[in-house]
């Protein structure tokens, strides 16, 4: 428990009794303010009327006291909540707030360069002779571009990219996904479109997923 935290019950708790004990000596001499208008002229009367002066000082001082408590726990600073969730418990949402671009990570679009078949000139033939065209040759498809969540807990993969939007599943800090083409931006984040392992389709906050190289 942080020094803060038990401030924050400390002085409630003094305020709460300060008040409980202003009250007491209130009635209390209320109490023997009644009895003395019953009781006849002597030392005793004269005794009793300093008792509830005093309690009615002391009821006044510890009630000033409690407002004064009041006053310090009204100005005390608040604990502040860890942006992390509890142990064991996955984060409802992303972290809000303005991301540096520093930090973000671009997608980098790597060309890919194909063969390309040069036409060589055709030596002159007669005309009744049909020319021969180059064939055309396979080019290897580019194999899909993956990223890695990397955020210290995992992130939620959302159905639509947004904070507020349908969770999917939650995926575990170091999975694998692919990287698909739909790349926007919702609620000061950058959003990209991925598929699980499972074979899910969704999206997730660019700030915690890494780019892997091809």
């Not at 972290?95 to 040069?118: C, H, L, N, Q």
């Not at 021969?132 to 990219?161: C, I, K, N, Q």
């Not at 931006?185 to 999206?203: I, K, M, N, R, Y």
Request: a negative charge.
């Amino acid at each position: 428990m942080t020094p803060v935290t038990v401030i924050n019950i400390v002085i409630p708790l003094l305020a709460g009794i300060s008040i409980v004990l202003a009250l007491f000596f209130i009635l209390r001499a209320l109490q023997q303010r009644s009895e003395l208008a019953r009781a006849a002229y002597s030392v005793g009367r004269q005794e009793a009327r300093q008792a509830m002066q005093v309690d009615v000082v002391r009821g006044i001082a510890a009630f000033l006291v409690g407002l004064i408590l009041l006053g310090v726990f009204g100005l005390s600073p608040r604990p502040v909540e860890s942006a992390l969730p509890p142990t064991g418990l996955p984060p409802a949402i992303e972290p809000a707030g303005a991301i540096d671009a520093s930090s973000t990570p671009t997608a980098t679009v790597e060309v890919v360069p194909t063969d390309t078949p040069t036409e060589e000139p055709s030596p002159t033939v007669p005309a009744a002779t049909a020319t021969e065209t180059p064939l055309p040759t396979d080019t290897p498809a580019p194999e899909p571009s993956t990223a890695t969540v990397s955020s210290g807990v995992g992130v939620w993969l959302r159905a639509a990219p947004g904070t507020n939007t349908e969770q999917l599943e939650w995926l575990l800090d170091g999975t694998v996904v692919t990287v698909l083409e739909g790349y926007e931006t919702a609620d000061d984040l950058e959003w990209q479109q991925v598929q699980t392992p499972a074979g899910s389709v969704g999206w997730v906050a660019v700030p915690f997923i890494v780019y892997n190289e091809p």
